[in-house]
């Protein structure tokens, strides 16, 4: 299984970002981006399921939006309104549905100024 991230960077507080991940297992897993800042714990952000289904935290509520891409195979999170609470390495999840194996992505860091 493969998870290949990208569209991380810097940004100015109030500005956006789009982050992608392609993964060979799309069809049947649960998608999530996670996002750990430095010294803090890995945390959800949103998650998409296969019915496009959506979770978020509360956090990120009515900020960042999580879509599916079935053509291109691609779970991408749009990030607006951003702040600089929202700086860390974020992460691409697959869990497959069935045998909930679990894969991680390499992540993408996204620094948000002031």
């Known amino acids: 299984v493969r998870l290949v991230e990208s569209g991380g960077g810097l940004v100015q507080s109030g500005g956006s970002l789009r982050l992608a991940c392609t993964t060979n297992t799309f069809s049947v897993a649960v998608l999530s981006w996670y996002r750990q800042a430095p010294g803090k714990q890995r945390e959800l952000v949103a998650s998409?399921?296969?019915?496009?289904?959506?979770t978020y935290a509360d956090s990120v509520k009515g900020r960042f939006i999580i879509t599916r891409d079935n053509a291109k195979k691609t779970v991408f999170l749009q990030m607006n309104s951003l702040k600089q609470d929202d700086t860390a390495v974020y992460y691409c999840?697959?869990?497959?549905?069935?045998?909930?194996?679990?894969?991680w992505g390499q992540g993408t860091q996204v620094t948000v100024s002031s």
């Open positions: 998409a399921t296969p019915a496009f289904n959506t």
């Open positions: 999840n697959a869990r497959h549905i069935f045998s909930q194996e679990t894969y």
